[in-house]
């Protein structure tokens, strides 16, 4: 869907027309369920679809705070991942027994201006490195990184973009993507390189749980 027909979309369903809610749906859902499905490797398509369900009940109450500064899918993905987040810290916390949620030290609104970056199954410079209890770690390296960067690694590495899609996503041609993807995997792997550094020296003993 190009740009002009997303808005347009956008604007039949602030006023409250339900074959754009279809649409919208219809467009969005299975993408956004691939995603969730990625970000842990301990959720079950159970767990894909109960995140799911609320990030499209989420989107259905906030969609007039769209801003439109993204494409609206990378919008629902910044959701669902903090959708995402939280149901997985649940999980943590009751698999400890105490009951408490862990919080980022870093607050995230609805529109997900940070994004927690989990392990993926495609190759990358920090593959096998990454583990879930890194999830803060990486957000920040994702976070520092930010802009355009942090845009397309999340379309490509976490929302599983084509170059195809990502190009019609970002409005770039298919050359453009591959060499910016290739920069900003490097960037990424400077970034995640010091911050893992900085973590082993003892920079951060809070900020990651220790398994339970």
């Not at 969609?63 to 999980?91: C, E, M, P, V």
């Not at 392990?119 to 803060?136: T, V, Y």
Request: hydrophobic fraction near 35%.
């Amino acid at each position: 869907m190009d740009l002009e027909a997303e808005r347009e979309m956008i604007q039949r369903c602030l006023t409250g027309e339900s074959k754009a809610w279809d649409q919208l749906f219809a467009e969005h859902y299975e993408p956004v369920g691939r995603y969730v499905f990625q970000i842990s490797s301990t959720f079950t398509r159970e767990d894909a679809d109960e995140i799911c369900q609320e990030v499209f009940l989420s989107v259905v109450n906030k969609l007039d705070t769209f801003g439109g500064k993204s494409r609206l899918q990378t919008w629902l993905f910044r959701i669902a991942a903090n959708k995402a987040r939280d149901y997985h810290a649940k999980q943590v916390a009751a698999k400890r027994g105490g009951g408490e949620i862990p919080l980022s030290l870093q607050a995230e609104d609805e529109e997900g201006n940070r994004l927690i970056d989990p392990p993926s199954s495609d190759a990358s410079p920090i593959e096998g490195i990454l583990k879930e209890e890194d999830w803060r770690l990486v957000s920040e390296a994702l976070a520092q990184l930010g802009g355009s960067c942090q845009e397309i690694l999340e379309l490509r590495y976490f929302g599983d973009l084509s170059y195809t899609e990502i190009s019609s996503e970002l409005d770039l041609n298919e050359k453009t993507v591959s060499s910016r993807l290739s920069k900003c995997r490097a960037k990424l792997e400077t970034v995640m390189r010091d911050i893992f550094s900085r973590r082993k020296m003892g920079a951060f003993p809070s900020q990651v749980p220790s398994k339970g």
